[in-house]
């Protein structure tokens, strides 16, 4: 079992940056894929970046893609979202996930582990 924190979320305006960090204890971090996901109020949960075992490979979808970057550090243990120009339209809580393997994964059921969330809020 992966045990997730993240950290990071927090109040900006429109066009503005966060990142996010997800610390995780556990299993060998290196040995399991990481995503990200997010759900606004009243909406389903979305997909938002994956990123393989290595760091080498990332997806995104059209929504976030150019804006955000998933990136890991696995001396530290640590995925990170690096999110710019960030749009009213991205407030929503975020979570980062542990996948079941090492490939790249960005189907919710392909995570087992979920942090609780943090609150990311951008105000227009």
């Known amino acids: 079992q992966v045990q997730l924190v993240e950290s990071g979320g927090g109040l900006v305006q429109a066009g503005d940056s966060l990142r996010l960090s997800c610390a995780a204890s556990?299993?060998?971090?290196?040995?399991?894929?990481m995503g990200w996901f997010r759900r606004a109020p009243g909406k389903e949960r979305e997909f938002v970046a994956a990123?393989?075992?290595?760091?080498?490979?990332?997806y995104y979808p059209d929504s976030v893609k150019g804006r955000f970057t998933i990136s890991r550090d696995n001396s530290k243990n640590t995925v990170y979202l690096q999110m710019n120009s960030l749009k009213p339209e991205d407030t929503a809580a975020y979570y980062c996930?542990?996948?079941?393997?090492?490939?790249?994964?960005?189907?919710?059921?392909?995570?087992?582990?979920w942090g609780q969330g943090t609150q990311v809020t951008v105000s227009s």
């Open positions: 996930a542990a996948a079941r393997t090492r490939a790249l994964a960005y189907s919710a059921a392909d995570f087992g582990s």
């Open positions: 990123i393989n075992w290595s760091g080498r490979t990332t």
């Open positions: 556990g299993r060998t971090f290196s040995t399991y894929a």
